[in-house]
């Protein structure tokens, strides 16, 4: 298969993620700002989790466009990652209409860690479908920021059960750790 084919049906399932997750904004009953207080964490919400789909969407773009072929188990495993990325809309949802809650904030947590463990299973699988030294496999490396993600989306998921605040921040700080695009794979094919 092609790799366009399966950019541009990432790109579809992505942009539909998007226009779900902003579909879930209700407009406020009130006309003056008062209104939009109970609002707060819903926009919230959804502003985070807007952030999480383009960071996933712009290292996607970055991964695949190292990637000279595409196999099976790389369908399989992109399949994987937009299952994931698809449940991001009814987790910000759910924890953005019930104020944070630790519950919904634990499986918010959840849902971000099996969407970044399933995009490190299809960057290990292109790696490995490109070889240690191609673009890709000099590029990725041994992927520091991805194993500090997982491990503070652990300590997130963990934390929302003492204090959902807590929890949210560690989200919120992956979310900045990744929020300037994985330039490693820019870097070398300009370098």
Same mark, same amino acid.
């Given at each position: ?38 609002? $707060?964490?819903? #926009? /919230?919400?959804?502003? %985070? =989790?807007? *952030?999480?789909? &383009?960071?996933? !969407? ?18 399989? $495993?992109?399949? #994987? /990652?937009?299952?994931? %990325? =698809?449940? *991001?809309?009814? &987790?910000?949802? !759910? ?18 860690? $099996? ?6 299973? %299809? ?69």
């Amino acid at each position: 298969m092609e790799k366009g084919r399966l950019e541009a049906f990432s790109d579809g399932v992505i942009a539909i993620i998007i226009t779900i997750m902003v579909l879930e904004l209700k407009a406020p009953h009130g006309a003056d700002l008062v209104a939009l207080k109970p609002l $707060a964490p819903v #926009f /919230l919400s959804y502003v %985070l =989790s807007f *952030i999480y789909v &383009a960071i996933y !969407w712009t290292n996607h773009h970055h991964l695949l466009q190292a990637a000279t072929r595409v196999t099976g188990p790389i369908l399989m $495993a992109n399949l #994987f /990652l937009l299952f994931w %990325l =698809s449940m *991001i809309p009814f &987790a910000t949802g !759910w924890m953005g209409e019930n104020n944070f809650a630790r519950f919904p904030v634990q499986i918010y947590g959840a849902v971000l860690l $099996a969407s970044a463990l399933a995009y490190s299973l %299809l960057a290990w699988l292109l790696v490995r479908s490109e070889g240690p030294t191609s673009i890709l496999g000099r590029a990725i490396g041994r992927d520091l920021k991805g194993k500090i993600s997982l491990v503070l989306y652990l300590v997130g998921i963990a934390a929302s059960a003492i204090n959902p605040a807590l929890a949210m921040a560690t989200y919120v700080l992956v979310a900045v750790i990744w929020f300037v695009p994985d330039l490693r794979i820019e870097r070398l094919f300009r370098g």
